[in-house]
């Protein structure tokens, strides 16, 4: 059986510690449940929030509740609001995240993402 197998499992997210992670401005609160070479996270933004950082990780992206801006680094800026998704893979963007009301997403990343030649 391989390591990646993941058995059916039920997840109650208000059991899931959440971490804090300083952003430029505001602060991120993750819920993570890390299986082998795929990580799901719940992730609020606060008010205000601007991430301190570009990512070139992969991810799928799901709005839950609030409103996000995702600018893309020379590449202009999209906006996620509830029920609306982005996808993409590892080092084909460099993006952050901002948000001036806050956010809850639902965020999907892993090997699966990596870029393929």
């Keep these: 059986m391989s390591t990646k197998n993941i058995p059916f499992q039920l997840i109650d997210w208000s059991s ?65 609001k509830p029920g609306m998704s982005y996808v993409v893979s590892d080092e084909l963007s460099s993006h952050r995240s901002v948000t001036e009301g806050g956010v809850k997403l639902l965020i999907i990343d892993g090997d699966f993402l990596k870029l393929k030649s």
């Design 16 to 80: 899931v510690p959440k971490t804090e992670h300083k952003g430029e401005t505001g602060v991120a609160y993750w819920q993570t449940i890390q299986f082998d070479g795929l990580r799901v996270r719940i992730v609020e933004y606060s008010k205000g929030y601007k991430a301190d950082h570009w990512c070139e990780k992969g991810h799928i992206v799901y709005c839950l509740e609030g409103e996000v801006v995702n600018e893309q680094q020379g590449a202009g800026s999209s906006v996620l």
